[in-house]
């Protein structure tokens, strides 16, 4: 359960789909976004949880495609989480990208645009069965999904 260092092209898949359309939200930021109030304990949780998860993604081999077994679901549930993933994108940048849209949930998925891909990359945690990527994953939930949280709570006080 700890994993077998090599390198993870399945991991740089998933960081690929992660990352891209990250950077093209930079310059498609919702209108009124600011990251300026956010916790400094949840953003700590999210940076060390973003470095550990990344790492881990790409030095385990474990992640890699290998014969049909019953775990193999597991990475397959990934993939479509990060399918979905991709989705909540594609439907964001064709929104108005304002900031509701940006913390929308998708079907029955809360703040998918946060939520879709922890899990994703913590089935790819359970797939591999490496307990690094679960505990890295982890660290990024409480940040990445907390800061989003706090957002969307920003938001609905400001409409109430």
């Not at 991991?11 to 930079?26: Q, Y």
Request: charged share 15%.
């Amino acid at each position: 359960m700890t994993g077998h260092l090599g390198f993870s092209y399945t991991g740089l898949i998933f960081l690929l789909l992660l990352f891209i359309p990250n950077i093209i939200w930079t310059g498609k930021k919702p209108q009124g976004y600011s990251a300026e109030k956010e916790s400094k304990i949840l953003l700590f949780f999210e940076r060390t949880g973003e470095v550990l998860t990344c790492c881990c993604a790409l030095v385990f081999s474990d992640f890699n495609i290998h014969k049909w077994t019953v775990w193999s679901w597991w990475l397959a549930a990934a993939f479509a989480l990060m399918a979905l993933y991709e989705l909540w994108w594609i439907r964001y940048f064709r929104s108005e990208r304002k900031l509701a849209d940006f913390y929308s949930n998708l079907f029955f998925i809360p703040l998918a645009g946060a939520t879709l891909p922890v899990m994703a990359f913590f089935l790819l945690g359970i797939y591999g069965k490496v307990i690094w990527m679960l505990i890295a994953v982890i660290f990024l939930g409480i940040g990445h999904i907390g800061i989003h949280m706090q957002h969307l709570s920003d938001i609905l006080d400001v409409r109430s």
